[in-house]
């Protein structure tokens, strides 16, 4: 059995220090096909506007990233929940194909141990277009406990960066 994991991401997003996000793993059987995994995204009411349009384009991952087959998720619709406050979930899509695909159970292995900040964050600057900071802080819990803190450099996860940074959004 897979336990429930958390990871939070303080403050991803170039010219923000208040706006961040944290990704829940829920527990569930080893070797089943993956849950959704939710998203809570949350921060002042101004930044928030222009991160809901900016994610709410993740949708289309499948139409606006065409090329990328070896990717095997999708996102849920942007919930917000309020001003200050979204939930989005990553779907993986890896047993979906045809069962006979043998990268199927690579695709599948992939999404169930690399941290899915990753591709939440690549699609932050490949879909949203969103700048991000060039060290990104994350830390990962178990029971509310610390497992690991781990700051990474932007080029670690994604190549290039985005032009729309939360710090030019009009506050509210």
Known sequence: MLQELVIKVPAPFAGRTDVGFSTRYPAQPAQAPLKDVPFIIEGPAGPMRLLQSRLELFR???????????????WTDLIPL?????????????????????????????????????????????????????????????????????????????????SIVLGDAVTG
């Open 60 to 74: 289309q991952k499948r139409r606006l990233i065409p090329d990328a087959p070896e990717e095997a998720y999708s």
């Open 82 to 162: 309020s001003d200050e406050l979204f939930i989005l979930a990553f779907r993986d899509e890896s047993l979906q194909e045809s069962p006979d695909d043998p990268g199927s159970e690579h695709r599948y292995i992939v999404n169930l141990i690399r941290p899915l900040v990753f591709p939440f964050l690549k699609d932050c600057v490949r879909i949203g277009e969103l700048a991000l900071r060039d060290n990104i802080l994350l830390a990962v819990l178990d029971d509310t406990r610390v497992m690991a803190e781990l700051e990474l450099r932007r080029a670690q996860i994604v190549p290039r960066n985005g």
